[in-house]
Each structure stands twice: as structure tokens, then as C-alpha cells.
């Protein structure tokens, strides 16, 4: 699409948009060369007059300025703003990006495991697919679905058993299930928390549980009653599922013995104290939140022995 701007658009452009980079202002008379930050943008062609540029040609593929801005990548669960900082600084700022991303190649250019990039691809690429994706969903119950308002993948995510049996012919259980089969998508299941098996998974997504992201806010006290599930183990859920998602104010305001030596926790003694100290983890709350690749840099312990003590410390929640 070609475009003209005078002199007077020309600057407003640049105001509101940022991602202009004057790249070359020559000393020569009228000579200007304008160009993007980003690769979709090509370069400009100026025609000079003898007192201003008065127009410029952009061959742009900007969105109409009536259409929805993309969604940036916080958008997608389980991206937080340290995960966000390495996806842009590698190039990749909105949820379409991460959706046409190849895992291995950020993988190599990013702390991030490439398993976890798979994840996020596929949230990116699937979330907005038609409820019909999800396994047993055909055009009869998707037509009973849009009935309810459900017409996409995150919209069935984001449903409620009870909403879709009392609206259509599907069982309760029948919709818990088609949820966890979409929650598959939106977001890491909370059963990959250990100790959460089958059962658990099934009394949380009734309660509206079906990821790590909505465990990490849950109140283990509203949960309790609504789940029937044991609070205690709900706290060590909490904990682990907060720790996973980066809130550790929540894991240290959950944490028992907060303040106390390590050797409190099994199987800590003298010599590993020692080193965790190296690193500069004293207390127990410290180790609870701590990030165990950086922890074993720092001293003689392995990566898999400081996140079996943090996870440790993080199971043994307060009263």
C-alpha cells in the first residue's frame, strides 16, 4: 500500500510512533533517509524540493489504524517479564511471533528450554483455533457450545463445567473434560505439580483449578471447603505452582521456618549449609525461592541437588 505524508504528517507519524530511527541526516541539501526498526517496514523513497521534503512514499504493512493491535507476548501464559525480556531482545514481540517461532533456534539464543518454548508456541498458535480442534468436539456439540458463548479454544478454557451441562445436553463430566483438554493449550496443567494425581486434578477443575497459573492465586481456605481437598497439601501445591510462575512473595508468605537455617530441612547438614552459604542462601526462605541453576554456579552442589532442597523447602508449608 503506497501512502503520501507532507512534512506535517511526516512529524506527527514520528511522534506517535516511536519505532522510527533516523538513520542518516546528510549535510547535503534535502537529502533524508528514514527507515523502520522492524523488517516489515521497507525503506523510503523522499522527493526533494528546494526548501523541505514535501512527501514521502511508504510501502508499509502496517494494520489500518482501525484494526486491533497485535497482543504482545505477555499475553500468553506462562511469559513473565524476565522470559519477555529475552523473547524481544531475540525478536519476538507479539503472540504471532512466538506462534511462527522455531524452538531450537531460540533455544540457542535464550536461557529458556526449549521444551517450555514448545509450550508457549503452541498456546500462541492454538488458543484462537474453533472449539471443533479439540478432540470430541463435533459440529453438533460445537453448535451447543456457541450456544453458551463458547466458540474458541480459550473460550472453552476459560468455561465452567456447570455453565455447559445446565445449557446443553453435555454431562458435567463431559464438559470437565473437553476444559482440561483445552486447558491443555492455555495454559500447564496443574497436575504436573507433584502430588496432584488424577483425582486431585478432577476435584481442583471442578473448583475452576485447571492450571499452574490458576493454583499459583488460589486461597488454599476457599479451596479446601469447595474442593474437599486437604489444606495442607493445597498450601505445598500453592507454594510450588506460585514458584513456578515467579511469584515468590506468595512462596514467602507461605514458607515455614522462613527465617531459619537450612539444616533445618532434611538431609541438609554442615557441609551443604556451608555451600549454599557460597551462594548467598542462608535462610530457608531464600532457598525456597531460589533459582537452582544460578544457586549450584555459585558452589560445589549440583543443579538437581539444590532444586530437590528448594522444592523441599517449599513443601513444608505454615500452619
Known sequence: MIRELNAVELLDDFLRNRDWTLVDVSKFQNTYRISRDFPEYTHSSVRETSDEVSSIETTSQ??????????????????????????????FRTVSDVAAADPENVAETTTIREARLRTWINRATYRD?????????????????????????????????????????????????LIRKANHWRGIPAAEIRGIHSKQAEQLSQAGINTIRDLAVADPDELSTA???????????????AFREGKENIVKSMVKNENEDPRVLQGIGDNYTAQLRKAGVEKVVELAVADPEAVASKCDLSESHVRDFSQQARYQPRS
Request: hydrophobic share 30%.
Open 227 to 241: 474442593g474437599g481437598l486437604s489444606k495442607k497439601n493445597l498450601k505445598k501445591w500453592i507454594m510450588e505452582a
Open 129 to 177: 483455533e474453533p472449539v471443533t480442534w479439540i478432540d470430541g468436539v463435533g459440529p453438533e456439540y460445537r453448535t451447543q457450545l456457541e450456544g453458551v458463548d463458547i466458540q474458541t479454544v480459550g473460550d472453552l478454557a476459560t468455561a465452567t463445567p456447570t455453565e455447559i451441562s445446565d445449557e446443553t445436553t453435555l454431562s458435567e463430566d463431559h464438559a470437565n473434560e
Open 62 to 91: 502496517r494494520p489500518p489504524s482501525n484494526s486491533e493491535p497485535e497482543e504482545p507476548i505477555r499475553a500468553i501464559e506462562g511469559i513473565g517479564s524476565e522470559y519477555a525480556d529475552q523473547l524481544v531482545t531475540a525478536g
